[in-house]
């Protein structure tokens, strides 16, 4: 029974480039040998997952396959003929290679472009109305002379187009640490030859969830001999237990004790630079926001960004009914009015 290239990927006819690299993302982890190990299918079904991605994402394979079949190959070397305003025109697609040779009849090229012989609108060179014959020939990579007579010189034929190789895209998951230090990580790619092979991909300090890394001439290699397409990393972030990230700043929620809060303190605060010594001021409130200079995410040129900490007053569980009286004792101190009065819905 013929592989339906849509099913093995599980997408639509109708579906898009965007949709079919999406899909080809999602089987490709699905079937990836080096996650079952223990799969001796997986092998077999990966490589039928790329044999379907190499077809689909191609617009001139996909174009042929949806016309001819799985048998869309050697339909592509049979070759085939149409009536073209001239006479016959009889055109091979050279298979892989990508190269056309077209042989084109006419019953008399000299009667096709003979010049006028009234009137004053020939030119020299023998063009008529500006046309040079010479640029039609030119057209068919030279395989004609002006005469008409077969070019058996260097311009015979046209030369194959050097096609580059196909992009692979992979996901890959890196830590928020190692995504605002960087660092290196391991990839495991698969040879056309099935073979599986790591490489080591530097990952830049400072690089956002969602974006691309291209390892150059990693890809698939070139149908016709040209340069091989690139390995594209797209990359995503764990989420740190304590630290986000806003633009090039870092945001920690610091737990304090009341006492640290309404007194001051000097508490240790961990950072990507190392831990520095930040200083609470007294009577700082809960949600007030204190900044680090230069211990947020590395930038270019020095240009760091910043940590800021957000103060989070944590209230203990239990208190004796001595410290109750001195924790109420202290509404004395707060400014005269209702501390909520403004808010309204």
Do not use: C
């Not at 190269?99 to 004053?120: A, M, P, V």
């Not at 204190?290 to 957000?310: F, I, Y």
């Amino acid at each position: 029974m013929a592989t339906d290239y849509y099913k093995v990927l599980g997408v639509k006819k109708s579906a898009t480039k965007e949709e079919i690299s999406h899909a080809y993302r999602e089987m490709a982890r699905k079937y990836h040998p080096d996650l079952h190990p223990d799969d001796k299918t997986a092998k077999q079904k990966f490589q039928e997952v790329q044999e379907a991605f190499d077809v689909l994402n191609d617009d001139q394979k996909r174009k042929m396959y949806d016309q001819f079949g799985p048998n869309y190959e050697r339909m592509n070397t049979a070759g085939g003929s149409y009536q073209g305003p001239w006479g016959t025109n009889s055109s091979t697609y050279g298979g892989r290679g990508g190269s056309w040779q077209q042989e084109f009849s006419f019953q008399d090229l000299n009667d096709l472009f003979r010049q006028s012989q009234t009137g004053g609108g020939n030119t020299a060179g023998g063009t008529r109305g500006g046309f040079n014959p010479a640029d039609l020939f030119g057209m068919f990579g030279n395989q004609f002379q002006e005469d008409g007579t077969r070019n058996a010189g260097r311009g015979g034929r046209r030369r194959n187009a050097s096609v580059r190789g196909n992009d692979i895209l992979h996901d890959i998951t890196i830590s928020f640490e190692k995504s605002i230090l960087g660092g290196e990580t391991q990839v495991s790619i698969q040879e056309p030859s099935g073979e599986i092979k790591k490489v080591t991909a530097k990952i830049p300090p400072g690089i956002e969830d969602g974006k691309k890394l291209r390892l150059r001439g990693l890809g698939e290699p070139s149908p016709t001999g040209g340069t091989a397409g690139d390995l594209v990393l797209i990359i995503h972030i764990t989420p740190h237990t304590s630290f986000t990230r806003q633009g090039n700043n870092l945001i920690l929620k610091l737990p304090v004790k009341i006492s640290e809060a309404v007194l001051g303190a000097k508490v240790s605060v961990p950072t990507p630079k190392g831990t520095v010594e930040l200083r609470i001021p007294p009577g700082t409130s809960s949600g007030k926001k204190l900044r680090v200079k230069g211990r947020g995410v590395p930038g270019k040129n020095g240009a760091d960004g910043d940590l800021l900490v957000e103060i989070m007053i944590v209230v203990p569980s239990h208190v004796t009914e001595a410290q109750q009286q001195v924790i109420s004792s202290m509404d004395a101190n707060y400014t005269p009015g209702n501390l909520r009065s403004g808010i309204s819905w």
